[in-house]
């Protein structure tokens, strides 16, 4: 259950999870486009690194997706600073609203 995505948003990036290993042989941009193929989520795509893809949900907040496995990790170690950082600090990072498997929706930078 997630505040920001719907069920059918959960499924396709649980689909794309369930295929993903298909592509780590490819190149950035191959497996980034894959994944915006299987996924055909309605929000707006930013841009991607090596390890995630990331779409705007236009309420100030961005998803980003596993296109590997470090990806998946990438999400939740992001999650677990956030979640660890010392009160001080938070300020210098960005929120972090969400987390699933394989996703992590914060603040838009
Ligand atoms: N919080 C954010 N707000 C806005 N854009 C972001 C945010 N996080 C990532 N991006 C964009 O998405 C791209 C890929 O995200 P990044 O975290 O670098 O993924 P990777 O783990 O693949 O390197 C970034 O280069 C940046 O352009
Ligand atoms: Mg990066």
New binding site residues.
């Given amino acids: 259950m997630s505040v920001f995505l719907s069920n059918w948003d959960i499924q396709s990036i649980n689909l794309w999870l369930s295929k993903m290993h298909h592509y780590k042989d490819t190149s950035k941009s191959q497996r980034a486009n894959e994944a915006d193929i299987i996924l055909q989520l309605t929000y707006p795509k ?7 893809i ?1 779409f705007d949900l236009n309420n100030g907040y ?1 998803l ?1 997706v596993a ?1 590997t496995k470090k ?1 998946i990790q ?1 999400n939740e170690t992001e999650f677990k600073i956030y979640d660890h950082c010392r009160a001080d600090l938070l300020k210098h990072l ?1 929120r972090v609203k969400e987390v699933g498997h394989g996703w992590i929706i ?4």
């Fill in positions: 930013i841009g991607n690194g090596r390890h995630r990331v961005v980003k296109l990806g990438c960005c914060m603040k838009k930078m």
